[in-house]
């Protein structure tokens, strides 16, 4: 069997600026914790998308610019790829 995974980037919420487990959301209620992650925010991107950033934000704040993170899997030495 196989299976592809499309190009993406990430960024994991905080909500007290420490412990970045997720974001509360529709499925949890309550801070995530580690044994009780909550959500991670994922967009998927083209080849021409790298990013940078820390993958880290605080919720309060909303996402910004360099909280999105592309994992270094989509680079095959200097070919950017879609999926793997």
């Given at each position: 069997m196989w299976?592809?995974?499309p190009r993406y980037s990430y960024a994991i919420g905080s909500e007290d600026g420490t412990n970045y487990y997720g974001k509360q959301g529709d499925y949890?209620?309550?801070?995530?914790?580690?044994?009780?992650?909550?959500?991670?925010?994922?967009?998927?991107?083209?080849t021409d998308t790298k990013d940078r950033g820390t993958a880290k934000y605080i919720v309060s704040d909303g996402i910004t610019d360099?909280?999105?993170?592309?994992?270094?899997a989509f680079t095959f030495?200097?070919?950017?790829?879609?999926?793997?």
């Open positions: 299976v592809w995974i949890l209620e309550s801070t995530p914790t580690l044994e009780l992650p909550g959500e991670i925010d994922i967009k998927f991107v083209s360099n909280s999105w993170y592309t994992p270094d030495g200097d070919e950017e790829l879609s999926g793997i």
